[in-house]
C-alpha cells in the first residue's frame, strides 16, 4: 500500500499520532480521503472546500506534482506521500 | 584588508577549502538583514556574528519575558523585563565587537520592510508570524534579494534560499496564511538552533561562493524521526510577487 509521511506539524493535530500510515488507493486524492476517514481531525488542514488546502504541500516519491493535478496523481505499492503544511516558527 | 588579528580569529573557517583571506573579506564586507532574533534568528546571529559578517542588521521588537529564555540564545536572564533588542547587541557586540551591530526595536512590516532590507545582500526569515513573513518576503523579491527561509515547529525544520529570478518566492511555497496558525509554538532550543545553524551557512555560502545553496528544494528534517529529504519546489508561474525567471536582479 501507499504510504503517507506525516510531519510533527501534522502528528501534533492527531488523536493518535503516527510519524506514517498505509493506505489503500490508487491516486493523492484516494489516500488523503483514507487518511481523513480515519483521521478526521486532519480533514481542516488538508482540504478546504473539498480542494486541496492552497498552501500544503504534498510530494509524491519527492516529486512534486502540480497543484491542479495533485489529487489525480497516481500512486502504487510502496509510494510515499510526503505532506508539509506551511509552519512558521522562528 | 583583513587586519593580523582578523587573519588570527578567522584563521580556522579560512581553512575551508575556497575561503581564505578573499572570502573572509567577503564576509567582512557583507550586511544580513535578520527578521528576528528568537530561537531561530538569535542562532543565525550568533553564527554570522561568529564568522565575521561585517554588518549585521537585527529586527526585533519587544520586552524580554521568562518564556523567550528556553530558545532564545542572545538572551540573558539578567535582562528579563528589558529590551530584547538591547540584550541582542550586548551579547553579539560581546562575541565579536570587530563588526557593526544594528538592532531595530521593531519587527518586520510592509511600512518598515523596503528601509530594513534596503541595503543589505541577504535576508533571513526568522518571524513566527506569517504577516511578517509574507512583508519580509514580498520587499526582497521586489528588491531583487536573497532570502533564505528557516521556519520550524515542533521537530520539524524546512530550509530553502529563495532568490529573485532563479526561484520561486515564499508566495509559491505557500500562497495563503494558514487560519490554524498561533504565535505559540512547541519548541526545544536544539530543534530551532539546528535549523538555525543550517540557515547561517546558507548565508555563509551565498557571501563566499563556497558549496551550493538550496535553490528550488525545500529540505524538510523531522528531528523526531531523523529523517531528511530533498524536495523540488518551483516557482508559480502566475506568482505575482515573484520577478519573472530569467530576469537576473541579483548578483549572483
Ligand atoms: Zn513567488
Known sequence: MPKIILPAALRGRMNNPQDEVEVAGATVGDTLRALTNDHPELNDILFTNDQLHPSLRVFVDDQSPLPDQCLAT??????????????AGG | MLTDFEKERYGWQMDVPGVGEAGQEKLKHARVLISRAGGVGGLVAFQLAAAGVGTLRIAHAGNLKPSDLN???????????RPRAECIKQTLSDLNPLIEIDVIAE????????????????????????PERFAMNDEAMRQGKPLIECPMYDSDAYLTFFQPGRTGCLRCLHPETPPEWKRRFPVFGAVSGTVACMAAYEAIKYITGIGTNLRNTLLHGDLATMRFRRLPIERRADCPYCPPVNERRSNA
Open chain 1, 74 to 87: 497516481a500512486v502504487k505499492e510502496g509510494s510515499e506521500i510526503v505532506l508539509l503544511p506551511p509552519i
Open chain 2, 71 to 81: 530558545r532564545q540564545l542572545l538572551m540573558t536572564h539578567g535582562h528579563l523585563g
Open chain 2, 107 to 130: 519587527n518586520m512590516s510592509a511600512e518598515n520592510a523596503p528601509r530594513l532590507v534596503g541595503d543589505v545582500d541577504v535576508v533571513i526569515d526568522c518571524a513566527p508570524l506569517f
